[in-house]
């Protein structure tokens, strides 16, 4: 049992690497109010945003549950509004926008390893790229340490087919893991730090959109379902649940969910599928015990809360403190369990938070390597006239116990500096489910008890020991990193613990379509004082790097250098990885350091592999010059500047006929009649670059709102068809189409080494004027043909293409380089 305690604190021990919390009284109160249920709901389904953030601020609000979300992926199959980032790095900002998502409505995150590896419109084919049994053990181990009451699914189980696979998969494994989790002879090695579980019921999150439209969601009979009243004012946050909700939402910035709060009645459905239907229907824990009854010896516990929340004084939280404390003592005094866990942890903030105690711990610099000293200034204040000390500080995660004994009196602030000894065996930060290679359905993480996370894990903090009226509270804070900006004022970023040296092979993507050699430009980055070692670049056989290998000496920490490798690929056509190793003192350094620093998360520092590919090509190109016109974001031109072209990224005001005039082709950003509003006065301008000769690209869009009447010069309607599985076989339909075979003929094989998906949006209608070029379909489908259309239009080329050249060229895949050049010779 005592295994259990322990792996169980370190579960929901959830710490705020930011900005500091400074509640008001208010907020407080409400804090308090929640001391006093014990009850708790998970919410499952596939993605970020898939979450109803609204019910999720009204269970953690309004019905004062714990309340926890557990998106099986981490959106890293979608696309980026904000920024370039795609793939891991977008799974990255997306993981962090639940984080602040969770923070704001009051819930807890979670994860399992199930990698988001694009659109799937099957279950069945989800979980075949899924590790089914995977998932399955995630969900369950997330279940058993977080104990709900009560399970709510977003998508319905019984409709595969009617929504995104991944969506309907989340449903259908829950209803399994929720036998399962009850089950003592399922995964006993979880039972070695929790126990079997069995939620009271499960419910499915109903929802107008299931029924196609609010219109047929009114006429439906309601009856059977729990109708929740969810349109609650909170007077003590000054908000209306729809307005946290609005805020959560808003976190979703990638994705571009910007939400605006409302006020008034409200309500959610929810129809019971497993467990016994609650008759009161605004009461989902009916016949739950949620008071402190349900804790043996929990009785009085609860009593004292409710005292504590009768006298409670807006004007002075503090008065509170000496009863929270004997209400402290007697949680610690309980079985170890559940309940004890986590209310353990919420009273010990309560108790900070009424009595103003502040306390911190922040290191000197933003980052440091293993086995380097740090200096970590801490503070401890007081703000109230409760009397207490500071016992000692514990520094983790060596244990270090150092002994302080000294009074915090009312406002008089204690602060020092630690001379901290990092270990030689700390880990690096970087999101624990990207250390190891995966596969494509699944992140590898060995470690169980990382399962579930929904942070990077990071082993630096400090433990502040605090008597009052003789009892000794733990609080522990993670150890940050702070500076003053002159316009932003305090800001706050996580401490990272990085390696000695980085590098980064600055083009991603080497496109060789001749046995030249190039010349390889590699970024070193020292993350110590005198860095110094030797760097050399590996390739596959066929492959030749000279020289072996270049020396390097990075006197200060932070400072970098560029050097550069000759290579020379082989005669034939050949796709392979290169990678970087830094050597220092006989140990090898083989990452890439990514800051992600967006306004709305915290500064994220990720590891990844240095590695680029590598790509010998039988590639020819027509025409030199390029105008592309940014969408939603995108690496597109850096392709093409790989593939030889001068590229210009125009902004919508740079697009007149005089510019235009100057380029062989106009190629469209994706979604960019999506985003460009301004697009709406440049249409027309386009068209005639295309009537007097020019060819003009246009990628996919979505089916949501576009910002002109007329996306292309002749009638063409944009579907949600696509095609998922990126090995469809593809069929020519006019292969003598001057886009199949000038200058490069296209065959089957430029299709081969595609990733992620094949295309996306196709139309499904189109003028008479516009020709298909290919075909392909998913599994059990009918052929889509609106993956690749060109049409005359005057004296030049329009041509469509839903087909994924923004996954594709950024990946080096050589047959979409070699498609993507026909399609700019169009008109050559």
């Known amino acids: 049992m005592q295994n259990k305690f322990i792996y169980f604190l370190l579960f929901c021990n959830t710490l705020c690497y930011a900005q500091p919390e400074k509640p008001t009284s208010a907020e407080i109160y409400h804090r308090l109010e929640k001391l006093n249920f014990l009850g708790s709901v998970l919410y499952i389904a596939a993605h970020p945003d898939d979450e109803n953030n609204e019910l999720i601020s009204y269970l953690a609000n309004d019905t004062k549950a714990r309340t926890g979300y557990l998106a099986l992926t981490r959106g890293d199959g979608g696309q ?53 049994k995977e998932v399955l053990q995630d969900m369950v181990w997330v279940i058993r340490q977080f104990e709900p009451d009560v ?3 977003r998508f319905d189980h019984r409709s595969p087919g009617s929504t995104h696979g991944h969506h309907t998969s989340s449903a259908m494994l829950t209803q399994e893991a929720y036998d399962l989790a009850a089950d003592k002879n399922y995964e006993p090695e979880q039972l070695k730090y929790n126990t079997i579980w069995q939620p009271k019921r499960v419910f499915f999150n109903v929802s107008w959109w299931f029924f196609g439209g609010k219109d047929k969601f009114d006429k439906v009979d309601k009856s059977k379902y729990i109708n929740l009243q969810t349109g609650t004012y909170f007077p003590l946050l000054g908000k209306s649940n729809q307005e946290i909700a609005a805020l959560s939402r808003s976190r979703h910035k990638s994705q571009g969910f910007g939400s605006t709060g409302e006020r008034g009645d409200d309500m959610e459905y929810l129809e019971l599928i497993k467990g016994d239907i609650p008759k009161d229907k605004q009461n989902l824990f009916e016949g739950i015990d949620t008071s402190w009854n349900r804790v043996k010896g929990g009785k009085a516990i609860g009593d004292a809360v409710t005292a504590v929340l009768k006298s409670y004084d807006f004007k002075n939280p503090a008065a509170s403190v000496p009863a929270l404390v004997k209400i402290y003592s007697q949680i610690n005094n309980l079985e170890n369990g559940y309940w004890k866990t986590q209310k ?22 933003q980052s440091a390597t293993p086995s380097s000293k740090l200096k970590v200034k801490w503070e401890a204040i007081n703000r109230s006239a409760i009397a207490m000390s500071l016992k000692s500080l514990t520094v983790q995660p060596e244990n270090a116990v150092i002994s302080q004994n000294l009074p915090l009196a009312n406002n008089i602030g204690q602060n020092n500096t630690l001379d901290v000894l990092l270990p030689k065996t700390l880990a690096f930060t970087s999101p624990y489910w990207l250390t ?14 990382k399962i579930g996370k929904a942070d990077i894990i990071r082993e630096m903090a400090v433990t502040f020991t605090v ?31 990085i390696p000695a040296v980085t590098t980064r092979i600055l083009n991603k993507v080497q496109l060789f379509t001749t046995t030249k050699s190039q010349s390889i430009s590699i970024k070193i980055k020292a993350g110590k004082e005198n860095a110094k070692g030797s760097l050399r670049f590996e390739l596959p056989q066929g492959w030749k790097v000279t020289p072996a290998s270049i020396p390097f000496d990075l006197k200060n920490k932070g400072s970098e250098t560029i050097v550069s490798f000759e290579v020379t690929p082989p005669d034939a056509p050949s796709e392979v990885t290169g990678k970087s190793i830094a050597n220092i003192d006989g140990e090898d350094f083989d990452r890439e350091q990514t800051i992600i620093n967006y306004p709305h998360i915290d500064a994220q520092n990720v590891l990844l592999p240095s590695t680029a590919k590598f790509t010998r090509a039988d590639l020819k190109t027509k025409g030199e010059n390029i105008a592309y016109v940014m969408g939603a974001g995108d690496n597109i031109p850096e392709s093409l500047r790989q593939m030889g072209y001068n590229v210009s990224v125009l902004k919508t005001t740079d697009i007149s006929a005089e510019s235009l005039a100057n380029y062989d082709a106009v190629i469209m950003g994706i979604r960019a009649y999506n985003v460009l509003e301004d697009l709406a006065f440049k249409q027309q301008v386009l068209f005639n670059y295309v009537n007097n000769g020019g060819t003009m690209i246009v990628q996919y869009n979505t089916t949501g709102a576009l910002t002109v009447k ?12 696509r095609v998922t599985e990126e090995d469809a076989k593809i069929t020519f339909l006019d292969a003598t189409n001057r886009l199949l075979n000038y200058p490069n003929k296209i065959t089957a094989n430029d299709f081969k080494g595609w990733v992620q998906e094949q295309g996306l949006y196709y139309p ?29 239009y005057g004296k030049g080329y329009y041509i469509y293409t839903g087909l994924s050249f923004f996954r594709e060229l950024p990946e080096g895949v050589s047959g979409a380089y070699r498609l993507m050049a026909n399609m700019i010779a169009a008109g050559q």
Request: net charge negative; hydrophobic share 40%; glycine share 8%.
């Open 764 to 792: 499904d209608e189109w003028g008479k004027e516009f020709v298909p070029v290919l075909s392909s379909h998913d599994k059990g489908e009918d052929d889509k043909k609106g993956g690749l259309l060109i049409a005359k």
């Open 344 to 365: 353990l942890k919420e009273i010990r903030e309560l108790i900070a938070q009424c009595s103003g105690l502040y306390l911190e711990a922040v290191a000197e610099q």
């Open 151 to 153: 399970i709510i699914t």
């Open 467 to 497: 008597d009052i009226a003789g009892v000794q509270i733990p609080f522990e804070r993670m150890v940050s990193y702070k500076f003053n900006d002159p316009v932003a004022g305090e800001v706050y970023q996580p401490l990272d613990i």
């Open 80 to 132: 980026n509004l904000i920024g370039l980032e795609l793939r891991e790095l977008l799974g990255v900002i997306r993981t962090q926008e639940l984080i602040e998502a969770r923070n704001i409505d009051g819930g807890e995150q979670f994860f399992s390893r199930a990698n988001d590896f694009g659109f799937s419109k099957m279950p069945d084919e989800t979980l075949q790229i899924w590790n089914k």
């Open 436 to 449: 190891e290679k995966g596969t494509a359905g699944m992140y590898t993480v060995n470690d169980l008890h």
């Open 710 to 721: 007329d996306v292309a010069p002749y009638p063409l309607r944009i579907s949600r068809e």
